[in-house]
């Protein structure tokens, strides 16, 4: 069982930049793949950036290649997203998730076991 608590979001401008948390409880934080996803009002939950257990596998939804960036510390069962030149349209509350390995894509958002509450991320223009 693992407990996913995220925190950082926050009310920035657009072009800004934040970093997001996700604090995880449990012993065996290296064994599972972190992602992280976003939900806007009346959309779907999506997939946004991936990281396997040991970081060396990484995976990112194509609009925010070179902006956003996935990292993870095992060490402090931890994983992070840093945004930035964040833009209005990416307003929504972002969640981190974890799974156990498997061989489903990272991307694929019913593959995730575990989820956090979410953590506001307003993007004013």
């Known amino acids: 069982q693992v407990q996913l608590v995220e925190s950082g979001g926050g009310l920035v401008q657009a072009g800004d930049s934040l970093r997001l948390s996700c604090a995880a409880s449990?012993?065996?934080?290296?064994?599972?793949?972190m992602g992280w996803f976003r939900q806007a009002p009346g959309e779907e939950r999506e997939f946004v950036a991936a990281i396997s257990g040991a970081g060396t596998s990484i995976y990112y939804a194509n609009s925010v290649k070179g902006r956003f960036t996935i990292s993870r510390d095992n060490a402090e069962n931890a994983a992070y997203l840093q945004m930035n030149n964040l833009k209005p349209d990416e307003t929504a509350v972002y969640f981190c998730?974890?799974?156990?390995?498997?061989?489903?894509?990272?991307?694929?958002?019913?593959?995730?076991?575990?989820w956090g509450q979410g953590t506001q991320v307003t993007v004013s223009s």
């Open positions: 449990g012993r065996t934080f290296s064994v599972y793949d």
């Open positions: 998730a974890g799974r156990y390995r498997t061989a489903k894509p990272m991307s694929n958002r019913s593959s995730y076991d575990y």
